[in-house]
């Protein structure tokens, strides 16, 4: 088996979850083993639905509520990702994925739902031919520096500021 590396997609741009989802399409067309975990999201997202339709080749699970990229977590988003954390760490160990997606891990980390050092505990963990992929503003330097890859999508324009607010299939 080849071995497998770390990647980060960080940044305030947009396109780091679903440069993510695209890799895992991929993937899962390449017959890998894919899971992916979504930190500080519980709410109905499309690629959910999209995955569905992918009968088993992606296993998705979330570890969240409401989204609050832009708010403090609370009692409950902390207790979700804890019990979240655990159960990619048992994914992880397992070794039966072959790319693992944290989704907003960097989230995680910035939030202090779980801390640096359990996440580069993780990625030691892994065995070696497991593809980890963390996505999320605001990545740790510990984590930049730990991976094999980084990628930081810059905001140079974003309608946001238009005004314009998240739109199924396009932003959830
Ligand atoms: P995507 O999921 O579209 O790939 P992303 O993972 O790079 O985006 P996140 O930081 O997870 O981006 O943000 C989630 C979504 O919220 C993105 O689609 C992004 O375009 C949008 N967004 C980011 N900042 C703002 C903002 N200030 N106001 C409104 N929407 C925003
Ligand atoms: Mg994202």
């Known amino acids: 088996m080849q071995k497998g590396f770390v990647q980060v997609y960080t940044g305030n741009g947009k396109g ?12 899962a067309g390449a017959g890998m083993r ?13 690629e959910l639905h999209a995955i569905r339709m992918l009968s088993g080749r992606i296993t998705l699970r979330q570890y969240g509520a409401a989204c609050f990229i832009d ?11 804890t ?9 992880v160990r397992d070794g039966q994925y072959d790319l693992i997606i944290l989704d ?6 910035y939030y202090k739902l779980f801390s640096v050092e ?4 993780l990625i030691d963990a892994r065995p070696a031919h497991v593809e980890l992929v963390l996505t999320g ?6 984590i930049i520096d730990r991976a094999d890859l980084v990628t930081e999508m810059r905001e140079i324009k974003h309608y946001y500021r238009q005004g314009v607010t998240a739109r199924p299939g396009i932003e959830n």
Request: no cysteine; charged share 25%; net charge negative.
């Open 83 to 91: 019990h979240g954390f655990q159960d990619v760490q048992q994914a």
């Open 118 to 121: 359990e996440l580069l505990e």
């Open 104 to 109: 907003e891990a960097n989230i995680g980390t």
């Open 137 to 142: 503003r605001y990545a740790d330097p510990r």
């Open 34 to 46: 894919v899971f992916i975990a979504q930190f500080a999201k519980g709410m109905d997202y499309s």
């Open 16 to 27: 780091k979850t679903t440069a993510a989802l695209g890799l895992a399409l991929r993937a």
């Open 71 to 81: 708010r403090e977590p609370s009692e409950t988003d902390i207790q979700l990702a």
